[in-house]
């Protein structure tokens, strides 16, 4: 181990600790929402992704978004903003306002490579894999069986793991919940980061150095396109992360990258343990907005299950921001993010003709 210190401050929490703190929750007021259907009345019949903050004026809750980018970047990482009255609007009103706000605390990047900048996150059933990425697999115990791109996964009604997204801070409005489940379950990769330091000081190193990584479902159609980038990272005292395990699997599953050695399996299966020990889960509402800032946050989804009825569809929109207070990222996370400097505007879903 070459010396490696725990990371202080306020992104540093433990799941048991923040389950109930008020930090991280806020409530829109009355003149919240009437700013925001004044704005929505500024807007009409103008289509969503030609909504822009100086289109969708909201002056009133201009120190709102400045304390919600400051507690995503300097705070806990997390924010959930609680009231907005989604049953009172329309589809497509929503989506202006949710775009709307959107391009208040940031800039709305790419979702996919088809030009995505609001993905409705719903079950799209058993075809889900084969609209977003879905491949058989080979020799081994899973032998014959589908291998759903994370993206595909993200449209089904299944848990999801532990990830990060490919963006600064991700957003998610709350439409509709299901009948049961789809609870979202938060966690700090800060905190993973230091009790590994605690444990395992030498499985944590691993974590520093490169993992092969596909780009199935993002800008490549299978899995053999890849690219190397470690799990954790440090620049000027700022910590990130970006780890999701199935894209992990996917690069080895394609067979063009070294096969993962079994410290760095040791390594995986503590950071999701740890990840599991460490969490807290988060209820979303309808109304509910929930802000997460990447580098130091990783989420999950329970299993849901929706209703008979239209309104028990789980049905929430999400933004990918890419963050003007964002923090300097590590050389070589270019390969991911575009770029590394400070405020830049970076990440999401590089574009690929179809």
Same mark, same amino acid.
């Given at each position: 181990?070459?010396?490696?210190e725990?990371?202080?401050?306020?992104?540093?929490?433990?799941?048991?600790?923040m389950?109930?703190h %008020?930090?991280?929750?806020?409530?829109l007021?009355?003149?919240?929402?009437?700013?925001?259907?004044?704005?929505?009345?500024?807007?009409?019949?103008?289509?969503?992704?030609?909504?822009?903050?100086?289109?969708?004026?909201l002056p +009133?809750?201009k120190?709102?978004?400045?304390e *919600?980018?400051?507690e !995503?970047?300097?705070?806990?990482?997390?924010?959930?903003?609680r009231g907005l009255p989604?049953e009172r609007?329309?589809?497509e009103?929503?989506?202006r306002?949710?775009?709307?706000i959107?391009c208040?605390?940031?800039r709305?990047v790419?979702?996919n490579?088809?030009?995505?900048?609001?993905?409705? *996150?719903?079950d799209?059933?058993?075809?889900?894999g084969?609209?977003?990425?879905?491949?058989?697999?080979?020799? =081994?115990?899973?032998?014959?069986?589908?291998?759903?791109?994370?993206?595909?996964?993200?449209?089904?009604?299944?848990a $999801?793991?532990?990830h990060?997204?490919r963006?600064?801070?991700?957003?998610?409005?709350?439409?509709q919940q299901?009948?049961?489940?789809?609870?979202?379950?938060?966690?700090?990769?800060?905190?993973?980061?230091?009790e590994?330091?605690?444990? /395992?000081p030498?499985l !944590?190193? !691993?974590?520093?150095?490169?993992?092969?990584?596909?780009?199935? =479902?993002e800008e490549?159609?299978?899995?053999?396109?890849?690219?190397?980038? %470690?799990?954790?990272?440090? /620049?000027?005292?700022?910590?990130?992360?970006?780890?999701?395990?199935?894209y *992990?699997?996917?690069?080895?599953?394609?067979?063009?990258? %070294?096969? $993962?050695s079994?410290?760095?399996?040791?390594?995986?299966? $503590?950071?999701?343990? !740890?990840a599991?020990?460490?969490?807290f889960?988060?209820? #979303?509402?309808?109304g509910?907005m929930?802000?997460?800032?990447?580098?130091?946050?990783y989420h999950?989804?329970t299993?849901f299950?929706d +209703?008979?009825?239209?309104?028990?569809?789980?049905?929430?929109?999400? #933004?990918? $921001?890419?963050m003007?207070?964002?923090? %300097?990222?590590?050389e =070589?996370?270019?390969?991911?993010?575009?770029t590394?400097?400070a =405020?830049a505007l970076?990440?999401g879903?590089?574009?690929?003709?179809?």
């Amino acid at each position: 181990m070459t010396g490696r210190e725990p990371i202080v401050g306020a992104a540093a929490w433990q799941g048991r600790e923040m389950a109930d703190h %008020p930090r991280w929750r806020r409530d829109l007021t009355r003149a919240e929402i009437a700013e925001i259907d004044h704005a929505l009345g500024a807007v009409q019949g103008l289509p969503w992704r030609e909504v822009t903050a100086d289109s969708f004026p909201l002056p +009133g809750m201009k120190h709102r978004f400045a304390e *919600i980018a400051q507690e !995503l970047e300097e705070g806990s990482g997390m924010v959930k903003l609680r009231g907005l009255p989604v049953e009172r609007y329309t589809p497509e009103e929503l989506r202006r306002i949710w775009f709307g706000i959107g391009c208040h605390l940031g800039r709305p990047v790419f979702q996919n490579r088809r030009g995505e900048l609001m993905r409705e *996150i719903r079950d799209e059933g058993s075809e889900a894999g084969q609209r977003y990425g879905q491949v058989t697999t080979g020799a =081994g115990q899973r032998q014959g069986q589908a291998f759903l791109s994370s993206y595909a996964r993200t449209l089904t009604n299944g848990a $999801l793991r532990f990830h990060t997204d490919r963006t600064d801070v991700v957003g998610l409005l709350c439409v509709q919940q299901a009948r049961a489940g789809g609870v979202s379950r938060l966690v700090s990769s800060v905190a993973i980061h230091n009790e590994m330091l605690r444990r /395992r000081p030498d499985l !944590l190193d !691993l974590l520093f150095e490169d993992f092969h990584r596909s780009r199935f =479902g993002e800008e490549a159609a299978s899995p053999g396109v890849t690219y190397a980038l %470690p799990v954790f990272g440090l /620049r000027a005292g700022k910590f990130t992360s970006h780890f999701s395990l199935t894209y *992990i699997e996917a690069a080895e599953m394609a067979g063009t990258v %070294p096969k $993962l050695s079994a410290a760095q399996r040791e390594a995986l299966d $503590l950071l999701l343990a !740890l990840a599991e020990a460490l969490s807290f889960d988060m209820t #979303l509402e309808p109304g509910d907005m929930q802000f997460l800032n990447n580098h130091v946050v990783y989420h999950a989804r329970t299993a849901f299950t929706d +209703g008979a009825g239209e309104r028990e569809h789980r049905l929430l929109y999400r #933004l990918w $921001l890419s963050m003007p207070n964002s923090r %300097p990222l590590p050389e =070589g996370h270019e390969v991911l993010w575009g770029t590394t400097a400070a =405020g830049a505007l970076r990440g999401g879903i590089g574009q690929v003709e179809l």
